[in-house]
Nanobody, 122 residues
Framework: QVQLVESGGGLVQAGGSLRLSCAAS????????MYWYRRAPGNQRELVAT???????NYADSVKGRFTISRDNAKNTVSLQMNSLRPEDTAVYYCAADIVPFTATRVLRNYWGQGTQVTVSS
């Protein structure tokens, strides 16, 4: 069983910073791309940032220059450093990953964490 668990959400004032972390655990053969998504109330889910297994990154235009995604392949973790936070960044943030589980078939699957709330006050 593979699980993703996020941590690090909370309440912060506009202009402040938060760091989200996500740890993958279980029977993992390999992890390909890892992602951070968010969903604000009344909005659709938005892809915030992506990092490949090789470390290439991509960001939504709304967070470029403010957020940084990173990963530790040895620890199976992905992080999102969020600086210069704005009230519009308020959302539930989810990590996701494309993981090959350590099973007989070893089929690549997409796994999701449970989400962590980030609230930015003005």
């Amino acid at each position: 069983q593979v699980q993703l668990v996020e941590s690090g959400g909370g309440l912060v004032q506009a202009g402040g910073s938060l760091r989200l972390s996500c740890a993958a655990s279980g029977s993992i053969f390999s992890i390909q791309a890892m992602y951070w998504y968010r969903r604000a109330p009344g909005n659709q889910r938005e892809l915030v940032a992506t990092i490949t297994s090789g470390g290439n990154t991509n960001y939504a235009d709304s967070v470029k220059g403010r957020f940084t995604i990173s990963r530790d392949n040895a620890k199976n973790t992905v992080s999102l450093q969020m600086n210069s936070l704005r009230p519009e960044d308020t959302a539930v943030y989810y990590c996701a990953a494309d993981i090959v589980p350590f099973t007989a078939t070893r089929v690549l699957r997409n796994y999701w964490g449970q989400g962590t709330q980030v609230t930015v006050s003005s």
